[in-house]
């Protein structure tokens, strides 16, 4: 059960829901188009705890690797599921005047599909489930009363793909991701990537 007052959940459920359904719905003459590696770099604004009550940095940073097999459809449907890893650091607040501001650090392992519609530019909608890890880095593992814990991750995002060769690609994306635990942090990453097919 969600601990959090936050419509995150119904939304991420929902986004996740819709993205299976259209993959049930697509036609089965698919044919593997290859592996694909995915490198994403991005910049973070923490959404929840608050970053003035918990003396947070409203921004971070991270990154995420995925691997997938990209299928192509007839009609430009693009599919990959794929799994994953992700590292979100969010930043101290002002350490100058409250000694437990420190950093946290989120790790997450995923697993989701995307799915996009085109060729040489493709819009695609995306989402994961999986598990997330918050750490804190001073003694007590403590930052203004939140902890170092773990729970269910979600997260879903829209992103574009420019082929800019027959084996990569780049664009950018946009994400909101919902980490279930205490003081539940929610963020929005905005970045960008390469994908490579093989």
Request: glycine share 12%.
């Amino acid at each position: 059960m969600f601990r959090s007052r936050s419509s995150a959940p119904r939304v991420l459920s929902v986004a996740l829901a819709s993205a299976c359904a259209a993959v049930s719905l697509v036609p089965r003459d698919a044919h593997a188009s290859g592996f694909d590696l995915g490198i994403d770099g991005d910049a973070n604004a923490l959404l929840s705890p608050s970053p003035n009550q918990n003396n947070l940095s409203t921004m971070g940073g991270g990154f995420k690797l995925r691997f997938g097999d990209h299928l192509r459809f007839r009609g430009g449907l693009n599919l990959t599921p794929e799994v994953g890893y992700a590292f979100d650091h969010v930043f101290a607040g002002d350490t100058a005047n409250n000694a437990n501001a420190v950093p946290e650090n989120m790790n997450r392992f995923f697993a989701g599909v995307r799915l996009g519609v085109g060729r040489n530019v493709v819009p695609t909608i995306y989402g994961h489930i999986g598990y997330g890890f918050r750490s804190v880095s001073n003694s007590d593992g403590s930052n203004a009363g939140i902890k170092g814990d773990n729970g269910l991750a979600l997260d879903t995002g829209i992103a574009v793909e420019f082929r800019i060769a027959r084996h990569l690609s780049i664009g950018p994306h946009v994400e909101f991701v919902y980490v279930d635990v205490p003081n539940a942090p929610e963020w929005l990453t905005f970045g960008g990537h390469l994908d490579f097919l093989f």
